[in-house]
């Protein structure tokens, strides 16, 4: 009888161990995680399109301005590449 009263006492033990401990995960999960949780954004996507298709057509147009100006330099002769220079210094 003294043997089955050590083997209850240690299952009892062991049982209100086994409680605290999950209890502590729980306590944990709750404080630690589910307080830091930021919540989900929402983004709408047709705007980013629209935005990224709008900076395409300023790159583009852009482009077409560099490479117009790029074309207008290389058919420059030398006195108007002067007078480019000064045109552009006094800018």
Known sequence: MKDFYIGFKQA???SLILVAIFG???L???VFKRTR???VKEINIDSIITASDSIKI????LDSIKNAKVIEVITLDNDSSIKLFYELVSE
């Open 12 to 14: 009892i033990t062991f």
């Open 24 to 26: 502590l995960c729980l």
């Open 58 to 61: 300023k790159i583009n147009n």
């Open 37 to 39: 949780r930021t919540p």
């Open 28 to 30: 944990w999960d709750f």
